[in-house]
Antibody, heavy 118, light 106 residues
Framework: EVQLVESGGGLVKPGGSLRLSCAAS????????MSWVRQAPGKGLEWVGR??????????DYAAPVKGRFTISRDDSKNTLSLQMNSLKTEDTAVYYC?????????WGQGTMVTVSS | SCELTQPSSVSVSPGQTARITCSGD??????ARWFQQKPGQAPVLVIC???ERPSGIPERFSGSSSGTTVTLTISGAQFEDEADYYC?????????FGGGTKLTVL
């Protein structure tokens, strides 16, 4: 059974940093393209970015609002996905979901809440 | 354009057919998928590759595509289908979600 468990959320001041983690199990993590999606309170889903598998170059892509501030990385030895968030803004307040998707499947964690407020 | 446009809300009576559309230029070239999200829960994939239904998704859910528009159809909507629905597709190296449609079954 695929399991994705996010952690690391919390309250942070504008301009601060936070690092989210996602512990993965139930599938071959090293082969997976992994992504982060967020959802601001009462709003829709927003794609944040993704990292490809090492065999596909481990390249990353980011949505425009987070490019240059957020960094996605993976540790295949620990089956862990990370999201480093710097220069946080109030508009980054959201539930952050970790996601493993392919052509015909799409698994999500339960999310971790990040609140950016002074 | 990288945007996907959905109606903000759709209402349907139980047992009737609900249709939710999603429009965007990228849909003429890329597959779409649909997610269902209930309050306080993570999204669930209900349709992939425009019209394929993942295992475990009821047969009343179906998808279709025509040009720059994809449609999610729920045939014989049930009270448990009341949720937010999001379309999703690829745009170059980015991904984009539609704004979401609140489906009310009443």
């Amino acid at each position: 059974e695929v399991q994705l468990v996010e952690s690391g959320g919390g309250l942070v001041k504008p301009g601060g940093s936070l690092r989210l983690s996602c512990a993965a199990s139930g599938f071959t993590f090293s082969h997976a393209w992994m992504s982060w999606v967020r959802q601001a309170p009462g709003k829709g889903l927003e794609w944040v970015g993704r990292v490809k598998s090492k065999s596909d170059g481990e390249t990353t892509d980011y949505a425009a609002p987070v490019k240059g501030r957020f960094t996605i990385s993976r540790d295949d030895s620990k089956n862990t996905l990370s999201l480093q968030m710097n220069s946080l803004k109030t508009e980054d307040t959201a539930v952050y979901y970790c996601r493993n998707s392919g052509e015909t499947f799409d698994f999500w964690g339960q999310g971790t809440m990040v609140t950016v407020s002074s | 354009s990288c945007e996907l446009t959905q109606p903000s809300s759709v209402s349907v009576s139980p047992g009737q057919t609900a249709r939710i559309t999603c429009s965007g230029d990228v849909l003429a070239k890329k597959y779409a998928r649909w997610f269902q999200q209930k309050p306080g829960q993570a999204p669930v994939l209900v349709i992939c590759k425009d019209s394929e239904r993942p295992s475990g998704i009821p047969e009343r859910f179906s998808g279709s595509s025509s040009g720059t528009t994809v449609t999610l159809t729920i045939s014989g909507a049930q009270f448990e289908d009341e949720a937010d629905y999001y379309c999703y597709s690829a745009a170059d190296n980015n991904r984009v979600f539609g704004g979401g449609t609140k489906l009310t079954v009443l």
